[in-house]
């Protein structure tokens, strides 16, 4: 408790009462007079974001938020610290939250160091080039070769009618040839990003690039009575990238959503997409579910080449879309949710 300071904050009026080893936490002078933007100066651009979540969720707001926050330091110093709050019983309405925070650098800090080895390890235990690739191409073709084989059979069934299944034959056959141009799509795009080629660029509507991508994954969120919703802000400005291979990265990142709810039987399965502008002015898209989440201990590992936790994964997915957001100039992290699931979150600069 010697390293834990208290806190009082009216989300409302933006009021901070803080202890003074809150202050000397977030490395203020105590009696500093601070305004919530101060705070959020240090903590880590993407854990503001998961701490706003935290207290718009709905369904949080009994218990409040239980966070683990990077600070940033004047002077470049990094700081772990786990806020826990909760808002004010008498009246909830009010918008006071009370609640502690506790630096937890130093173990946060052996966690890294104990991370950094599994992944030293993994590094050496990885195979070479070729095999990134050829798992890379496994990967990819994997969803429009197995839509190819679905439509063909049941193009087989519906042409076994006669006469009264030729338009859903015909149906079939039109899907066939758009799964055959997208995986030949795919294998451009792999080929020119193992080749160290530029991704190449054409103007992109991220919002029209969400909805197609949905529609596309339809009946798998159907097969897996998932409900997908998603809240794309108006307005946006264009990307400038390659659309096959930004609609990869939101593919990937939907199928590991429907892959985490596979087991979840006790509450709704849900995904939710959503689009907005960063608070650095770049495209912000995040992919929420409400599975299982990951653990904290794989997160330093969860972006690399043939890291997986599934029995059957092969551990391309992430990496791929690490690779692919990272030559568009953008960033892409995950974090876990308040109480259910995981977030990923990936940044694209807006087109000049």
């Not at 309405?93 to 052996?110: E, F």
């Not at 950094?116 to 890379?136: C, H, N």
């Not at 990003?193 to 103007?203: D, F, I, R, V």
Request: hydrophobic share 40%.
């Amino acid at each position: 408790m010697s390293m834990a300071g208290f806190f009082g904050w009216n989300t409302r009026t933006g009021e901070l009462t803080w202890s003074n080893v809150t202050y000397e936490i977030f490395g203020f002078d105590p009696g500093t007079d601070l305004v919530l933007a101060d705070v959020y100066k240090r903590i880590r651009e993407e854990d503001v974001v998961l701490l706003r979540q935290a207290l718009d969720d709905p369904a949080d707001k009994e218990e409040g938020p239980d966070l683990r926050l990077r600070l940033t330091l004047p002077g470049g110093n990094v700081k772990y610290v786990r806020v826990r709050a909760h808002p004010e019983r008498r009246d909830p309405s009010s918008g006071q939250y009370v609640g502690v925070a506790m630096d937890i650098t130093s173990s946060a800090l052996s966690e890294l160091e104990l991370n950094t080895s599994r992944q030293e390890l993994a590094q050496k235990k990885r195979p070479g080039p070729i095999g990134e690739v050829g798992a890379w191409v496994a990967h990819d073709l994997a969803q429009p070769l197995s839509s190819i084989v679905m439509n063909g059979q049941a193009c087989i069934r519906w042409m076994s009618m006669g006469t009264a299944g030729t338009e859903e034959a015909r149906s079939c056959v039109q899907r066939i040839v758009s799964s055959g141009y997208r995986a030949t799509d795919i294998i451009q795009q792999i080929r020119r990003l193992a080749s160290g080629e530029k991704p190449a660029t054409a103007p992109i509507f991220i919002n029209e690039l969400v909805e197609s991508t949905e529609a596309l994954l339809g009946e798998t969120f159907e097969k897996n009575h998932i409900t997908c919703t998603s809240s794309l802000a108006p307005g946006l400005p264009t990307i400038s990238g390659d659309r096959t291979q930004l609609q990869q990265v939101l593919i990937n990142l939907l199928n590991n959503a429907v892959q985490s709810l596979a087991d979840v039987g006790d509450r709704k399965r849900k995904i939710f997409i959503a689009t907005r502008m960063s608070e650095g002015k770049e495209l912000l898209v995040m992919v929420e579910d409400s599975g299982t989440g990951f653990r904290v201990q794989d997160l330093p590992l969860m972006f690399s080449p043939f890291f997986t936790t599934k029995a059957d994964g092969m551990g391309m997915g992430l990496a791929i879309c690490r690779t692919v957001v990272e030559a568009h100039c953008g960033r892409l992290w995950a974090l876990n949710n308040t109480r259910h699931g995981a977030t990923f979150y990936f940044t694209l600069p807006a087109a000049p």
